[in-house]
C-alpha cells in the first residue's frame, strides 16, 4: 500500500473556508496512493477552543462534502482527519471521517477520550462511545484521534474487531513530542499493527505543534517521519506484514486478561 499522511499547517491568519479549500486541493492530487490520511481539528485547530461552537457543523457539513469530493476526484481511501461536529441535540463532538474512493463515507469516528483534564475539549465536546474499524481491500483501519493514543485498552479494543493498520489523526503539541513518538511506536509493537500518526504543523491558539508525523511496522520500526513543517510525508508498506509478525511472534495469543469477564472467585 501507499499511504500519504498530509501535516497540515495550521495558521490563525488563514480562515477555516480557505484551509479547507487547500486541503481539498491537497488530498485531490493525491491520485496514485491508496490512502490519505490528515490531522486533528485542522479546519480550525485542536486548541482553538474559543472557536470550536461558532465552528461547528454538522456530519454533512462543508468539511464532509468537500473531503468526499477530494476523496473522489484523487480516487483514494481518504481518512479526512476530524472536525467540530454538532449534532442534532446541539451536542459538539471531535468527530473523524473515513470516505471511499467514490466519494462514499464508509465511516464515522466520535473521539472517544477528551483533551483538557476539565477544561477545553474536555468540558465543550461530548465523548464518543464506539470503537469504529473500516475494511479497506488490503487492510482493516483501526480508528482513533491524538488523546486516544494514551489508553492502550482503546487499540487493543480495535485489534480485537480486526484492525491491522492503526490510524492517529492529531494535533500534538510540540513539548510533548517525545510521547508522541514513544507511544506510536509501543501501540504498534503491542498490538503488532501498523501506525499511521498524522499532526498537525505550525502555532495555533498559542501552542506550538509537534509535527514530525510517523509511521511504524508491526515490529516498532519507523519507516517514514515528518519534519516540523507541513508536507506530505509518502510511505510504502505491506499489509500482510502483520499477518506475518503475528505468526513469527505470536504474542497476541498468550492473552490472559482482558478476554472474558473475571470470574466470581466461588
Not at 2 to 13: E, M, N
Not at 150 to 175: C, H, K, S, Y
Not at 227 to 253: H, I, N, S, W, Y
Request: net charge negative.
Amino acid at each position: 500500500m501507499r499511504a500519504s499522511l498530509i501535516q497540515i499547517a495550521v495558521d490563525p491568519d488563514e480562515s477555516v473556508n480557505s484551509r479547507r479549500d487547500r486541503v481539498a486541493s491537497l488530498v485531490s492530487d493525491q491520485r496514485g496512493a491508496d490512502l490519505v490520511v490528515l490531522p486533528e481539528l485542522w479546519p480550525v485547530g485542536a486548541f482553538a477552543y474559543t472557536a470550536f461552537a461558532d465552528e461547528a457543523e454538522p456530519l454533512r457539513g462543508p468539511t464532509h462534502d468537500l473531503m468526499a469530493k477530494a476523496a473522489a476526484d484523487a480516487g483514494v481511501w481518504l481518512h479526512a482527519g476530524s472536525f467540530v461536529e454538532r449534532a442534532d441535540d446541539g451536542t459538539l463532538y471531535n468527530t473523524s471521517l473515513v470516505f471511499t474512493p467514490e466519494g462514499e463515507r464508509a465511516a464515522a469516528y466520535r473521539k472517544i477520550h477528551r483533551f483538557g483534564f476539565d477544561k477545553g475539549e474536555a468540558v465543550m465536546m461530548g465523548a464518543g462511545e464506539d470503537l469504529v474499524t473500516v475494511a479497506l481491500p488490503q487492510t482493516t483501519l483501526g480508528l482513533a484521534t491524538c488523546y486516544d493514543l494514551r489508553f492502550p485498552e482503546l487499540f487493543r479494543g480495535l485489534v480485537d474487531a480486526g484492525a491491522q493498520t492503526l490510524v492517529i489523526p492529531a494535533g500534538w503539541p510540540e513539548r510533548r513530542r517525545a510521547h508522541w513518538t514513544l507511544l506510536a511506536q509501543a501501540r504498534a509493537v503491542e498490538n503488532q499493527a501498523y501506525v499511521l500518526a498524522v499532526g498537525t504543523a505550525g502555532t495555533h491558539a498559542g501552542v506550538e505543534q509537534a509535527g514530525h508525523s510517523i509511521a511504524v511496522d508491526p515490529w516498532g520500526e519507523v519507516l517514514a517521519e515528518a519534519g516540523a513543517d507541513e508536507e506530505v510525508l509518502t510511505v510504502k508498506f505491506d499489509p500482510a506484514g502483520v499477518t506475518a509478525t503475528r505468526q513469527q511472534f505470536p504474542a497476541l495469543k498468550d492473552r490472559r486478561l482482558g478476554l472474558a469477564p473475571p470470574s466470581s472467585g466461588r
